[in-house]
């Protein structure tokens, strides 16, 4: 079916409600936990640990993010549901620091709660075209939480092969269904993504106190926690600052096709905010070590996590535009790559790299705003 390529007339607005904000508070509980694992340990064995946790995490977060934005939470039944679910998301944050270890029987185990109760409410409420598609997606949601609760129960080492198996079913589920039975509103679901985004990059201004325990106050660490402060606000306007948000929405509302709305609202809210958000988790742990640093030289672990954290996000973020056609991509792809370069900087001193990473940021923003001044067509 051929889509309108004109911005169609907007849809009602379902905003998203307290209970939802309430929901996604648990989620940044897991960020928490995803940084001070990765923290821990920065290295390769680390990184897949967080990249397997994260990315299961957040492919059923995401499915509850679709669920409110076709059932509101208006009933007390609605609501003890998510609230249950709730409770599921708890229980695997809280087993995250040990998923791999001695609870991850646990994390197995409310993973498997969570995907129950999602597919249970959709099924309740969700209506005649969700219950459909879910009569394809059901059973493979079903099989990658069975996976994940298997890996819990498993040697270490099968661990590993249970959760990658899992998400790669995740990831290729979509393409084994059609998604078009479910109902897509733009305003609510590209605000209720928006405040996940939020929400997490507190992580990194979370990151720099608990990095910043125990360290004397003097100049150096304030002048430290400033510049890791404004790479968050960066961020924050790489993300929202150029009206992103509001282009997105109007880029949904203008894909008259249900199948081909869902589709590209899983690729840009879903796939692609996957590295973001774990862009975001490698800069605050980054963060959080370069704070013991200050003036001196940062290890390559670290140093890695700060560059490749910012790359991460802005690759990602250039990609979700470009999925959505709703603005420049280049610029944000040459800031990832100049954020990579500032590793280079890290053996000289923490703050250096820190404050090359500023530049990049301020750099690609003033770039950016200069020439949507000047009116030029999105590239």
């Known amino acids: ?36 694992v990765l923290a821990e340990d920065l290295s390769g064995p680390g990184l897949l640990r967080v990249l397997l946790m994260l990315g299961v995490i957040w492919w059923m977060y995401g499915g509850y993010a679709w669920l409110t934005n076709a059932v509101a939470p208006s009933s007390g039944l609605r609501r003890g549901l998510l609230i249950t679910g709730m409770g599921g998301f708890l229980v695997v944050a809280l087993a995250v620091p040990e998923a791999f270890g001695g ?4 994390f197995g185990a409310a993973y498997f709660v969570v995907n129950a109760v999602h597919t249970g409410l959709f099924l309740l409420a969700g209506g005649r075209r969700a219950a459909g598609a879910l009569a394809w997606l059901g059973p493979l949601n079903a099989t990658s939480a069975g996976l994940v609760l298997a890996g819990g129960l498993a040697p270490q080492s099968w661990r590993y092969a249970c959760w990658t198996s899992a998400l790669a079913l995740q990831i290729a589920s979509p393409y084994l269904h059609p998604i078009g039975g479910f109902t897509i509103g733009p305003a609510h679901f590209v605000e209720r993504h928006g405040l996940v985004v939020i929400v997490a990059l507190g992580e990194s201004v979370v990151a720099i106190g608990v990095g910043a325990a125990g360290h004397r106050l003097d100049v150096g660490l304030v002048a430290v926690a400033v510049l890791g402060l404004l790479l968050a606000y960066l961020l924050w306007w790489a993300y929202f600052g150029a009206g992103e948000d509001e282009r997105a929405e109007h880029s949904l509302n203008a894909i008259v096709d249900p199948n081909r709305r869902a589709r590209k609202a899983l690729e840009a809210f879903g796939y692609a905010h996957y590295p973001l958000l774990l862009g975001i988790v490698a800069l605050a742990a980054g963060v959080k070590k370069a704070i013991g640093h200050l003036g001196e030289p940062l290890p390559l672990g670290p140093a890695l996590a700060l560059g490749g954290g910012v790359a991460l996000f802005l690759g990602a973020d250039a ?11 280049r610029y944000r792809v040459a800031g990832a790559v100049l954020a990579l370069a500032t590793v280079q900087l890290a053996g000289l001193a923490a703050w250096a790299q820190l404050a090359a990473l500023v530049l990049t940021l301020t750099v690609v923003a003033a770039v950016e705003r200069r020439l949507s001044t000047a009116g030029l067509a999105p590239a």
Do not use: K
């Open 1 to 36: 079916m051929s889509t309108t390529t004109a911005v169609a007339d907007l849809e009602p607005a379902l905003r998203v409600s307290t209970l939802e904000l309430f929901f996604d508070l648990v989620f940044v509980f897991t960020i928490t936990q995803l940084t001070a």
């Open 103 to 106: 609870a991850g029987w646990a």
């Open 319 to 329: 990609a979700f535009r470009r999925i959505l056609a709703i603005g420049r991509a």
